[in-house]
């Protein structure tokens, strides 16, 4: 059975940093792209970084690069999104998502498994 868990969130003020950690069980993580979304309420879900299987590319939307930093861990099947800066729009459900792709893909769909989320809440 395939699982992703993340794990890391919470309620932060503006400028504050959270590390996001999802850890996976039931795939090679190594075998897989590995991503971030999230979603706001009332919003769609987007892309917000991307890692390739060896960690040697990665990805951002526009509005966290600079800020937001993703990793992996292959060996403790890990992926980390790193978030410095934190402002009251990055407040959303942040989920991590496995594909099988070689390069990075934005597009939720292009996805096979996810985690269920964890909460981020950024006051001001």
């Known amino acids: 059975q395939v699982r992703l868990v993340e794990s890391g969130g919470g309620l932060v003020q503006v400028g504050e940093s959270l590390r996001l950690s999802c850890a996976t069980s039931?795939?090679?993580?190594?075998?897989?792209?590995m991503g971030w979304f999230r979603q706001a309420r009332g919003k769609e879900r987007t892309f917000v970084a991307g890692?390739?299987?060896?960690?040697?590319?990665?990805d951002y939307a526009d509005f966290v690069k600079g800020r937001f930093t993703i990793s992996r861990d292959n060996a403790k099947n890990t992926v980390y999104l790193i978030m410095n800066s934190l402002q009251p729009e990055d407040t959303a459900i942040y989920s991590c998502?496995?594909?099988?792709?070689?390069?990075?893909?934005?597009?939720?769909?292009?996805?096979?498994?996810w985690g269920l989320g964890t909460q981020v809440t950024v006051s001001s």
């Open positions: 998502a496995a594909d099988r792709w070689t390069t990075i893909q934005t597009r939720d769909d292009e996805y096979e498994y």
């Open positions: 039931g795939i090679t993580i190594g075998d897989y792209v």
């Open positions: 890692i390739t299987r060896t960690g040697s590319t990665t």
